[in-house]
């Protein structure tokens, strides 16, 4: 066929066979091949399809009904045909207009036609039709022809007009659905008049007969789709049911917004329909026992039943795979809802019902969910009973956290406690099939987990259940009726559910400490505390109903992960599997067990780690003996021996024990982060890292770790690998705090071989200083050397994951990524729209970052110092961008995540003692010197369009000022600079000013007068002016809360001042701050008309005043002698003031203790140009 001669020939002559009305056998098998011809064929038929087509109408026309099979060989010819086509039949070309309503003509034909096979052919060209071309098929004419094949006693045509309502739901629903209830109506109205005769008498009859149901009729009331449910309960064939399936899915997912009750109704009738042998049965004695009574009725009833039709085929209950796919339909209607929070919040539901009745929501038919759930997991059927715990589960997760709004404090959930354990009670009876067992442990672990029962016997009414599994575990416990692989599953469902129990417990028992620090708060939170202590009460209780198995299940725990262990060896290892088995399963059974360990061992992982960090297992419970009255180890081959992972030695010490343990688990999380699998659950990442940052956070761990260098090296690669595979914020967070342990790891075990090594040397030693110092820059990485090679350093590998989560977040840090950001504006729009989750992450890579150096020696510090600096110097450049609205008090740069950690990190770098190193201290300062004037250099070249923020310069640079060295900032190219910002920011808005003053006091306050002494001289007098300032403002404004805590704060700064003068300076401070205290008071006049600012003002000054008198009596009254008008001045304040004057108002800085040791500062700037 390949050849167009052969093909044009084979063509011509199938089409003048087919015309052959003598020999119908002959027009058969000329019109397959024709059919098989054109599937065949493909675009190569397309030039005869006007002849095929010309020839099918005239066959259709001329041929006599009674030869079916011509006319079922014209139909597949026609629907070969409809594939060559194709998607052309959209067209509007005459050629394709034409074939197009030649086709649809011959299926109108053949759907006339009295043959059920004819009709399927019909149906599926219509059905191809609308797949190439849906505007130009007439739904309305369709759907009814379909909807009437639905009770059919033909299969072949019941498939085909379900598969063609599948195709149809598909894309239409709802406009199917609208048709077929119009089509109902109508059938319904047609058959109430067939009894009245006339002349369409025969025209209806034939119509009755096409829609007739010859068994049970459907229940069209129910529209479509209650048909189609009504359907599964008839229908076995497989593909037919298959295509009943996805016709009502489709339809759910695309009708169920207008719907929703409707689609729950449909369940509801599913699920909780009696069964009619059951109801049939008890109904039998009734009749047998009122028969003598009811004979003399026989004979009426008869006679009225007479002109009835007898009933064929009687109402049949809906069977178990109609319930379980109505319980599949339910659990698709709760996810489908999940987007919409209304669905889930019964007050914000009923809020919007009152606006619009018609609004239906999920949380408003709850009863009805649990009800339906309660239903099927209750049922005789294994299949129906998962799906309704299945269901059951997912109500738990959805609505657990729902509040009531009645009972304040309460979920809705409270009120169906007792048909949850209801329903979970005979999942565990002794009969009951493994799977479903298993199933039943997570819906309890769920539900426990969720909080909903507070109370302690609510509790315990569910928890028994649990503990009832718990002998199954026993050896000898298995059940002969099922095979090895389903008491595997068992077993490993009872421990995960156990395991999720116990993790919720303990992190319940973890949140305990918030209510707690409520109790210690003021008496304003006690309404909060006391609900937090009710809540308390339920917490408790759960850790409470757990302890008391956590002894054995922890060696169920411990037993299923070497298990699992073990099973996930490559296939070259898998002569070191037990030849017994394992604990939970046999060498038998090896694959089939090998799935259900996978889906169990990471909740198992999570708990057993939290037991052995914080359950006392490290501490001596992983060696204590089982109680002889308890579960024991029955279950576990080998007994007590199981402990012993090393095969070299069963009398290990209990520290060995505890190690091959660590590594045991620490080897699963390895494994499974490395080695990801598709089968993998998605939880598995997150819950291998949870394991390693609780085993990292005990002493035993963290010890194992800080002396193998290799071990933490790898573990860093795979944490670098996590960050470069994972997206997701919260993996991301948790590999930094596994980083964060690594390095505490690390320092403790360099500062125990800093200690060891002092102490070998200092007591032999006459100058320990210059020997220990020789001997400590040994210790650490880097040695006397400071090199730093790849693969062999955890401080490079530290580094490497640092980095990546920084260029992840801030691509500008890296140069080949930065040059694709063109512009300063590119890197402000980029960091303005850093969220939290990029600022926490950023804020955590960082304080990995600023303890990297204590990992060092000396040298190795020098090595690695410099990067730090450059990483902390180049985010601050990042991150610190003043944002384009005025700041404000709420939303500051410098209270960011990532800056506040920038500033951190170089605080503590500029405390690290390297200046005391006789060999590096010149390096170190001017590392320190190249730092700040690289933040210095900041503040003078940023544009406008990426200005750099104000308050987080003049922070960094005070980290600088408070910290390093004097000999770093006491340069005057340094030292100038950083002052004229300090100026500078004294000069700028509200909120600069105020973070510029605080900052200044805490530079006033240094202990080396050197380094402070220049800063006084210079912005003390700026911040008088300030002062002045303000009071103006205050004075000529309306209320500026803001203005007036940096009027506030500039006199908690001189007043830190006057502290920090020396004794014979006193006199000359005295005459600076008195007159500025006094030029602050308010004259009895004006009080009353002042701003409620300035008023308060006016008290901070007064109360100043009333307490610098007793405190220096001689100053204060030489003050009072040189300049006379000032007392006149406070007198009248105090006498108009008296009742405010006994105590500051509340938002007024409290009074500075003052030390009377601390170190005198000399002043020698002249202040009396201050008085006033």
């Not at 059920?116 to 849906?134: D, G, K, R, W, Y």
Request: aromatic share 4%; proline share 6%.
């Amino acid at each position: 066929m390949g050849s167009g001669q052969h093909l044009n020939t084979s063509v011509s002559i199938l089409l003048a066979l087919a015309q052959d009305m003598n020999a119908p056998v002959v027009q058969v098998w000329a019109l397959h091949a024709l059919g098989l011809i054109a599937d065949s064929g493909g675009p190569m038929f397309r030039s005869y399809v006007e002849p095929t087509l010309s020839l099918a109408l005239k066959l259709l026309l001329s041929m006599p009904p009674t030869h079916v099979d011509v006319h079922q060989c014209i139909g597949k010819c026609l629907s070969a045909v409809i594939t060559t086509i194709g998607p052309e039949l959209q067209g509007n070309t005459n050629s394709i207009s034409t074939a197009r309503s030649s086709l649809l003509v011959a299926c109108s034909i053949m759907q006339d036609h009295g043959d059920a096979l004819v009709q399927t052919e019909a149906i599926s060209c219509l059905q191809q039709l609308h797949m190439f071309a849906p505007r130009h098929v007439n739904l309305s004419s369709l759907v009814p022809v379909l909807c009437s094949a639905l009770n059919c006693p033909h299969l072949l045509l019941r498939r085909a007009a379900v598969a063609c309502l599948r195709q149809l739901s598909q894309r239409e629903a709802r406009e199917v659905c609208e048709h077929a209830s119009s089509w109902a109506k109508e059938n319904a109205a047609l058959n109430g008049c067939a009894g009245k005769g006339g002349s369409n008498q025969q025209q209806q009859k034939q119509q009755r007969q096409r829609w007739a149901c010859e068994g049970a009729p459907l229940p069209w009331e129910a529209e479509l789709p209650g048909v189609l449910f009504a359907l599964l309960d008839r229908e076995t064939d497989p593909r037919l049911v298959s295509h009943l399936h996805d016709s009502l899915t489709s339809m759910l997912q695309a009708m169920l917004d207008d719907s929703l009750g409707q689609w729950l109704g449909l369940c509801k009738d599913v699920l909780t329909a009696a069964d009619t042998s059951a109801s049939a049965a008890p109904a039998a004695p009734e009749r047998e026992a009122d028969a003598e009574g009811l004979d003399e009725f026989d004979d009426d009833e008869e006679a009225i039943k007479a002109g009835e039709e007898p009933i064929s085929h009687p109402a049949v209950g809906p069977r178990w795979p109609t319930k379980v796919f109505a319980a599949e339909s339910l659990h698709k209607i709760i996810t489908l809802c999940e987007n919409q929070k209304a669905h889930f919040d019964l007050g914000l539901a009923r809020e919007e019902r009152s606006l619009n009745p018609k609004q239906d929501f999920l949380v408003l038919h709850l009863s009805d969910l649990v009800r339906m759930a309660f239903m099927a997991a209750t049922s005789d059927s294994d299949p129906l009973r998962l799906e309704g715990l299945k269901t059951l589960q997912l109500i738990i997760d959805k609505f657990s956290d729902v509040p009531e709004p009645e009972f304040p404090g309460h979920v809705i959930l409270e009120q169906y406690q007792a048909q949850v354990g209801a329903a979970l009670r005979p999942a565990f009876s002794p009969e009951t099939p493994s799977h479903v067992t298993a199933m039943a442990c997570q819906v309890c672990s769920a539900w426990i987990g969720s909080g909903v029962a507070r109370d302690l016997n609510d509790l315990r009414r569910v928890h028994q259940l649990l503990v009832s599994s718990l002998t199954k575990l026993q050896k000898g416990a298995n059940s002969l009726l099922y095979n090895e692989s389903a008491s595997t599953l068992e077993k490993l469902a009872i421990l995960k559910a156990w395991a999720e129990v116990y993790i919720v417990a303990m992190e319940k028992e973890h949140e305990k400490v918030v209510p707690n620090k409520r109790a210690s708060g003021d008496s304003s939170d006690q309404e909060d505390y006391d609900a937090g202590e009710d809540d308390t009460a339920g917490r408790e209780s759960l850790l409470k109903l757990v302890s008391p198995e956590l002894l054995c299940l922890s060696r169920y725990w411990l037993a299923a992960l070497k298990d699992h262990a073990l099973l996930s060896l490559p296939a070259e290892f898998s002569s070191q599997l037990p030849h017994d088995g394992g604990a939970f399963y046999t060498s038998d059974t090896v694959e089939s067990a090998r799935p259900h360990y996978r889906d169990a061992w990471p909740p198992i992982l999570h708990a057993a780690s939290l037991w052995l960090t914080q359950g006392g297992g490290f501490e001596g419970g992983l060696h204590q003996e089982a109680p002889p009255d308890g579960l024991g180890t029955g279950g576990l081959r080998g007994g007590e021996s199981f402990l012993h992972l090393s095969r070299s030695s069963q009398s290990q010490t209990p520290q060995e024990i505890n190690r091959d343990w660590f590594y045991l688990l620490f080897g699963i999380c390895m494994e499974a982060l490395c080695g990801q699998r598709v089968s993998d659950t998605p939880e598995c990442v997150p819950v291998c890292l949870q394991a390693l940052h609780q085993l990292l956070s005990h002493p035993l761990p963290s010890e194992i770790l800080g002396k193998d260098l290799q071990l933490s090296v790898e573990l860093c690669h795979v944490l670098h690998r996590m960050l470069l595979a994972r997206d997701s914020a919260q993996c991301q967070l948790m590999v930094m705090k596994i980083a964060k342990l690594i390095v505490a790891a690390w320092q403790e075990s360099y500062d125990t071989e800093r200690k060891q090594k002092l102490r070998e040397v200092a007591p032999a030693n006459q100058e320990p200083r210059g020997l220990a110092e020789t001997v400590l820059a040994t210790v650490g990485e880097g040695g006397e050397n400071g090199e730093l090679v790849a693969g062999q350093s955890v401080v490079h590998a530290l580094l490497e994951v640092c980095l990546c989560l920084l260029v992840r977040q801030l691509p500008q840090l890296s140069p080949q990524l930065s040059s694709a950001l063109h512009g300063v504006r590119h890197r402000a729009q980029g960091t303005r729209a850093l969220d939290s989750e990029s600022g926490q992450l950023i804020a955590a890579a960082l304080g990995v970052v600023a303890d990297l150096p204590q990992l060092c020696s000396p040298a190795g510090c020098m090595t690695v110092v410099p990067t730090i600096l450059f990483l902390l110097t180049s985010v601050l450049k990042e991150v610190a961008i003043q944002p384009g609205q005025p700041v404000s008090t709420g939303g500051l740069v410098v209270t960011m995540a990532p800056v506040n950690s920038v500033l951190q990190g170089l605080k503590a770098l500029a405390l690290l003692p390297l200046h005391q190193n006789t060999e590096h201290s010149k390096q170190w300062v001017a590392l320190l010197r190249s730092t700040l004037s690289r933040i210095i250099d900041f503040t003078k070249t940023s544009e406008e369009t990426g200005k750099l923020d104000d308050i987080s310069m003049l922070l960094a640079i005070a980290m600088f000022v408070l910290n390093a060295p004097k000999e770093v900032v006491q340069v005057a190219n340094l030292q100038y600079p950083c002052i004229n910002l300090f100026k500078h920011g004294l000069l700028k808005e509200d909120v600069v000013q105020l973070w510029c003053v605080q900052t200044l006091r805490s530079i006033f306050q240094h202990q080396d007068r050197s380094v402070s002494t220049p800063y006084i001289h210079s912005l003390g007098p700026r911040v008088v002016e300030t002062l002045l300032h303000c009071a103006d403002d205050l004075g000529n404004t309306t209320e500026n809360e803001l203005r007036l805590n940096v009027a506030l704060e500039c006199l908690q700064t001189l007043e830190t001042l006057l502290a920090a003068a020396p004794a014979d300076g006193k006199a000359h401070m005295m005459l600076l701050y008195v007159p500025v205290l006094v030029n602050l008071l308010l004259d009895p006049v004006t009080h009353q008309a002042a701003s409620a600012a300035r008023r308060k003002l006016h008290q901070a000054a007064l109360g100043r005043l009333t307490r610098v008198g007793p405190q220096y009596p001689q100053e204060f009254r030489a003050v009072i002698g040189r300049l006379p008008q000032l007392k006149s001045k406070i007198e009248s304040a105090v006498r108009s003031g008296s009742r405010d004057a006994e105590g500051e108002r509340p938002g007024t800085p409290k009074t500075i203790q003052t030390n009377q040791s601390a170190p005198s500062i000399k002043l020698k700037t002249d202040f009396s140009n201050f008085t006033g």
